[in-house]
């Protein structure tokens, strides 16, 4: 009789072993996903942060005096400022216009930019 593991060798071929299922490997696009995630949230944060302090350009820039400082006062509701920034403020808000009140509005912009800055730019 012969011997099939000699005999019959060449012809049979060998069990190919157990292989587990080739599986998609999405760690690194879950890691890109969560990076570009992570790179939106930060650039959001930076843009909230200096919300106010674009507010102040605009402000500053406003056409209309009396409205602009109105939304200066808005901006800078609940902050401790000077007593004579207040004022002229509310000189501004309240009385007839005056010749300089865009330079005014401009100047008091720039003053409530450097305490908005001074103090982290939030409440």
Do not use: N
């Amino acid at each position: 009789m012969p011997d099939p593991h000699k005999d019959l060798a060449e012809i049979i071929e060998p069990s190919a072993p157990p292989v587990a299922a080739a599986r998609a490997d999405y760690a690194p696009l879950f890691l890109l996903a969560a990076v570009v995630v992570l790179l939106v949230v930060i650039a959001w944060w930076f843009w909230r942060r200096r919300a106010p302090l674009r507010a102040l350009r605009r402000l500053a820039r406003s056409p209309d005096t009396q409205a602009g400082a109105a939304g200066l006062a808005r901006l800078t509701e609940g902050r401790a400022v000077p007593e004579s920034w207040r004022m002229d403020l509310e000189r501004l808000r309240f009385a007839r216009p005056a010749p300089d009140a865009a330079a005014t509005l401009a100047r008091l912009c720039r003053e409530a930019e450097g305490l908005l800055r001074a103090r982290g730019g939030s409440k």
